[in-house]
């Protein structure tokens, strides 16, 4: 017989970034499937918008930036992390801005408009996705995803 599903749990956010870096790789594996989780370089380095990188079993690359904030996340954020991304190698197929802000519907509207042009992807080909906190992630951190 099974046990109760349950469907989220409500903690705190880290206290400081490396700990919520640390946290989105370690929840990175699991909830993307991921074959390999990296974290990309450390504090004070280049890392091309990417903190976290993942290699999926299908082949697909994923890299995560991770923003600790109480504050909300804008879109120039999130186009400014896209635009670093695209510089990332080897090239994303998706790429996550995974955030403790609370979730923000008006953003989401936004990030999935992204033209394909807009996504740092392999010929602008992927897809564009926004998740929130419940369909990916705790609601330790909130999940804007364009792909890459």
Do not use: W
């Amino acid at each position: 017989m099974k046990g109760p599903r349950v469907a989220h749990i409500d903690f705190p956010p880290p206290s400081d970034e490396q700990a919520f870096e640390r946290l989105i790789e370690e929840l990175a594996k699991p909830v993307l499937n991921g074959q390999t989780v990296e974290l990309n370089g450390r504090r004070g380095q280049s890392q091309q918008g990417v903190d976290v990188s993942v290699s999926l079993y299908t082949g697909e690359q994923v890299g995560i930036q991770c923003k600790l904030t109480t504050k909300s996340l804008s879109l120039s954020t999130v186009t400014s992390e896209v635009a670093n991304a695209r510089g990332y190698k080897p090239e994303l197929d998706k790429f996550i801005v995974a955030t403790t802000a609370r979730s923000d519907a008006r953003l989401q509207e936004q990030v999935r408009a992204f033209p394909r042009s807009d996504s740092p992807s392999r010929s602008g080909a992927g897809t564009r996705s926004t998740f929130g906190s419940t369909a990916t992630l705790p609601p330790v951190s909130r999940m804007c995803s364009t792909s890459c």
